[in-house]
């Protein structure tokens, strides 16, 4: 068995945008879900729900650009918005035959899942959004002591260079530090073994997708703010419970984006999909019945 996809899926690679090519993971018939994962992973966190989801459904599970098997082009400063990722999202299932379908996405391949529902909501039929707030609101929320467990986030908005220089001398040092601490469950090694090898030859653009969450992904944020671009369709939002600062206020913050919000805290850590595929893939059969 191939331990780096999803068993039973093929493996294609499609074109999203600006010359850039996905590698895609593809299974099951009928209407379509797009599962995009978060760092420091590959499409492979989404095997158990992706499997369950493609009894009726045509799943489709991408590396995200910079990530996995997917390109990984030289930023320019936008390269790696949410917004350019979104793109290829959208790119890429129309190239499978798909012009609307449902999405979901873990962490960063959350953030980018927001961003297509914004900028795409006659594409995105229902939106999923696991463990994130919008980059917006994640930046409001990460205050004092709290801030601390999101170091990553200040280290990767720096000017090219620092970063990548330090992440690159110890990558799996670093990257493993998040597959350890955030999960509740350990991670099967086979699947830990696979996100860092991947993340190891992802360095740069692992950091340049960071560091437009900390300039373009806020700017595009705030801007849909001020015209009152909200996300219209159907949303599910599953969040561990972050603590009494930042969970708190996770409702309040999301009914200022969602006009149609079932918003859960459940009880796992960070890597949902691997921690309680169950409860992630119940939810998202609920969303698809809405």
């Avoid at 799943?59 to 098997?69: A, E, K, Q, S, T």
């Avoid at 707030?133 to 200040?154: I, N, S």
Wanted: proline share 5%.
């Amino acid at each position: 068995m191939n331990d780096t996809t999803i068993p039973g899926f093929e493996q294609q690679r499609v074109e999203g945008t600006g010359g850039v090519r996905l590698q895609v993971a593809v299974g099951g018939s009928g209407s379509p879900v797009v599962l995009l994962h978060g760092f420091p992973q590959t499409h492979l966190c989404w095997r158990d729900v992706a499997t369950d989801l493609a009894r009726d459904h045509t799943v489709i599970c991408p590396d995200l650009r910079g990530y996995g098997d997917s390109d990984k082009p030289a930023d320019t400063g936008e390269t790696y918005s949410k917004r350019a990722m979104a793109a290829d999202v959208v790119a890429v299932a129309k190239h499978l035959g798909f012009d609307r379908f449902a999405l979901a996405g873990h962490d960063r391949g959350a953030l980018v899942a927001i961003r297509a529902g914004l900028d795409h909501p006659h594409v995105v039929s229902r939106l999923a959004v696991l463990d994130v707030f919008t980059t917006l609101d994640m930046w409001d929320v990460m205050r004092g002591r709290d801030a601390a467990v999101g170091f990553h986030l200040y280290l990767m908005a720096q000017p090219p260079g620092l970063a990548e220089t330090m992440i690159s001398a110890v990558p799996d040092e670093f990257f493993g530090h998040f597959l350890d601490i955030w999960a509740r469950t350990p991670l099967p090694d086979t699947a830990r073994q696979v996100y860092l090898e991947k993340s190891r030859r992802a360095v740069t653009s692992i950091v340049a997708d960071y560091r437009a969450s900390a300039g373009v992904d806020v700017d595009h944020d705030e801007e849909d703010r001020r015209r009152g671009n909200r996300l219209r369709m159907p949303v599910t939002v599953l969040q561990q419970d972050w603590g009494p600062a930042m969970t708190g206020q996770a409702m309040t913050r999301w009914q200022a984006w969602a006009d149609d919000l079932d918003h859960r805290t459940v009880n796992c850590g960070h890597f949902m999909a691997e921690e309680d595929p169950a409860g992630v893939t119940a939810a998202l059969r609920e969303l698809l019945r809405r």
